[in-house]
């Protein structure tokens, strides 16, 4: 299984807060991979809102999603535009 | 920061009565009005930003948890209301579930940080499922306030 990570920097403008954290779950779940989302010592189920809230990750924190599997790739690309969008959804 | 810092001892409902989204939220908005922590002119506003926030998407974020919240001019610093409902509310929940444990939270208007800073210690207390289940069997405000400092001690 290919397990692919990359680091991103959170851009919506009031971080990573329950709207955002909602559609990232949400687009998340749409995959196979298994999907790890970590922010400093934090590693948490990138298909949990809770976890995914658990981060606290403001505007310009790092993140690191991982996704684990066959369609890991398209997962990483779709996520990383969630977290890299710069509208407050 | 701690889930104490933020919660009003003086709002916690642990019979929710209302069986609607709107109504539960209202119930939850008079009691941090009856506590003192926001003045009773706000009230209609305020439940009108509530309201506008879940058309967004619901704050219902699963494992029978919602988590209203909005900012308001009415506030100077985060406060938050807690409830229990035994029989469970259609929240629109993310997952399909009822909700039965509810945390409203009010943040000043010009804030973003510490509602954010809120919303994550909540969900790192709430995911334990042995917390939630002792969390949704108390009767009263003082044990709803005795496990939840507990639980603030024990995870730093």
């Known amino acids: ?89 | 920061m701690q889930v104490m810092e933020f919660l009003s001892k003086k709002a916690i409902i642990t019979d929710i009565q209302s069986t609607k989204k709107e109504d539960v939220i209202k119930e939850l908005v008079d009691s941090l009005i009856a506590a003192g922590d926001i003045e009773k002119r706000c009230r209609g506003k305020l439940i009108e930003s509530l309201m506008a926030r879940e058309a967004l998407g619901s704050t219902a974020i699963g494992q029978g948890i919602a988590i209203p919240h909005a900012k308001s001019d009415c506030v100077e610093k985060l406060v938050a209301a807690f409830g229990l409902s035994k029989k469970g509310v259609d929240f629109d929940s993310l997952d399909g579930e009822l909700a039965y444990i509810f945390f409203l939270l009010v943040a000043p208007q010009d804030s973003a940080g510490p509602h954010l800073k809120a919303l994550a210690r909540i969900s790192r207390l709430l995911k334990d499922k042995y917390f939630r289940d002792t969390l949704r069997s108390c009767e009263d405000d003082k044990a709803v306030i005795k496990i939840i400092s507990q639980e603030d001690e024990k995870k730093i």
């Open chain 1, 1 to 89: 299984m290919p397990l692919i990570k990359k680091q991103v920097i959170v851009k919506n403008k009031s971080g990573l807060h329950a709207r955002p954290a909602a559609l990232f779950v949400q687009v998340a779940n749409k995959f196979e991979s298994r999907i790890t989302v970590k922010r400093d010592k934090e590693e948490v189920n990138g298909k949990s809102i809770m976890g995914i809230l658990m981060l606290g990750a403001e505007k310009d924190s790092v993140i690191i999603i991982e996704a684990e599997g066959d369609d890991a790739q398209k997962a990483l690309e779709e996520l990383e535009k969630i977290i890299t969008n710069e509208v407050d959804r």
